[in-house]
């Protein structure tokens, strides 16, 4: 899908992340995972964020394309399934997983996500 922002895009991320995240805490039961508690999902863009927050009142008209996803994300947070947050950028760990980050942010969040460097060979 086309974004014409960068908060759509993070809308965009923020229900892919959401649908996925949903059928796997579907699964772990069956591994003998609890579940009541509701799913955290963290972005780094306080305006998708503020959005997606129905409670914040924050709508903007330019956005009714995204009425079904927004429906969608509002409904998983209104049910106790899905807990949306704000992780400033300088710590979202995920970024080692999508962006060329220098030697002292990988290295941070590597340890943040536990794990080691391999020692050479």
Avoid: W
């Avoid at 709508?59 to 995204?66: A, D, I, L, P």
Wanted: positive net charge.
């Amino acid at each position: 899908m086309c974004a014409l922002s960068s908060t759509e895009a993070e809308l965009n991320a923020i229900s892919e992340a959401t649908r996925q995240a949903l059928y796997v805490r579907k699964h772990l039961p069956a591994l003998g995972v609890d579940t009541q508690q509701p799913l955290s999902l963290f972005n780094d863009n306080q305006s998708a964020l503020a959005i997606v927050d129905i409670s914040s009142g924050t709508y903007h008209g330019r956005m009714k394309h995204y009425d079904i996803k927004l429906a969608h994300l509002r409904d998983t947070t209104s049910r106790g399934q899905v807990r949306y947050g704000y992780c400033p950028t300088d710590d979202m760990p995920a970024d080692v997983l999508t962006k060329a980050l220098g030697r002292v942010k990988l290295v941070h969040h590597r340890q943040r996500m536990g794990l080691i460097e391999r020692p050479a060979a």
